[in-house]
């Protein structure tokens, strides 16, 4: 009777009072008032927000990704106490910017004006708490620049850094390359001086000068255009004297005796040979 009794009572799962009738040693009834409790099971719900990189105790591990985790654990009643979290993995937020300036520009980075080329790393805070982290890969482009020589002639002129130049030296140029930064370019010019020279020519008769004209009378004020080495301008002048021959004929004896200036040495011809 008393085992049928206890098993009774184990056996209840509603809530209540039950009253059990046993007998005692005495052979007396004995009345077991029995007041039944069942304790729900606890259940606890936690809500988690953590950034990428951090993470929290839930299951059992510490945990790095977003998703539900349970706990279960005793309360002093002895019940299961089961503890669930809702976790959330905040990304972390990154941005990459490349930034190109010119030789000699700058530009804002991490609040300095940066003028040499790197990496630089930038960390605030997001709207969800976590880091944002800004990556600028900064890149200063080369001044280019080239170096060039010319040469002109005398009387010429080339234009060089905005202007026409005419006088030996060195002249910048800028131009914009494909990226749009400058491309210096330096000429150095030499100015080639023109040749001039006199040609001294001496003749007894009409004269062909290198300008193939005939020249009759002495002439110093003819010139003629020559291309020098370099392709400039050679002036020559020429200086022409024409001395006409003068001869003089006289009879030496049997001989005949000629004699002539501006010409020949004297002519002497026996008189056998007239």
């Not at 069942?38 to 990428?52: G, K, P, R």
């Amino acid at each position: 009777m008393e085992t049928a009794a206890l098993l009774q009572v184990l056996t209840e799962l509603i809530a209540g009072v039950y009253i059990d009738s046993l007998t005692n040693v005495n052979g007396c009834d004995s009345i077991i008032e029995t007041t039944f409790t069942v304790l729900s099971e606890n259940f606890v719900s936690n809500l988690f927000a953590i950034c990428n990189g951090d993470s929290v105790l839930a299951g059992g591990l510490y945990q790095t990704t977003t998703g539900l985790y349970y706990d279960t654990l005793v309360d002093a009643n002895g019940c299961n106490l089961i503890i669930e979290t809702d976790l959330t993995v905040s990304s972390q937020i990154v941005a990459n910017l490349n930034v190109n300036i010119c030789y000699g520009d700058s530009a804002l980075i991490n609040g300095n004006y940066e003028l040499a080329s790197g990496t630089f790393y930038d960390t605030t805070v997001s709207v969800a708490g976590c880091d944002s982290i800004t990556i600028t890969n900064f890149t200063v482009d080369s001044l280019i620049t080239n170096s060039v020589t010319a040469s002109i002639c005398q009387g010429d002129s080339i234009i060089l850094g905005g202007a026409y130049q005419t006088v030996a030296g060195s002249y910048n140029d800028v131009y914009s390359t494909n990226s749009g930064c400058d491309s210096i370019v330096t000429t150095t010019i030499t100015v080639d001086s023109a040749i001039t020279g006199i040609d001294i020519q001496q003749a007894a008769c009409d004269f062909v000068w290198i300008d193939g004209i005939i020249y009759s009378l002495s002439n110093d004020t003819a010139t003629f255009i020559l291309s020098s080495a370099s392709g400039c301008d050679s002036i020559v002048t020429l200086n022409l004297t024409i001395n006409p021959i003068v001869t003089t004929i006289v009879q030496n004896g049997n001989d005949i005796e000629a004699s002539s200036i501006n010409g020949s040495s004297p002519l002497f011809l026996p008189m056998e040979h007239w």
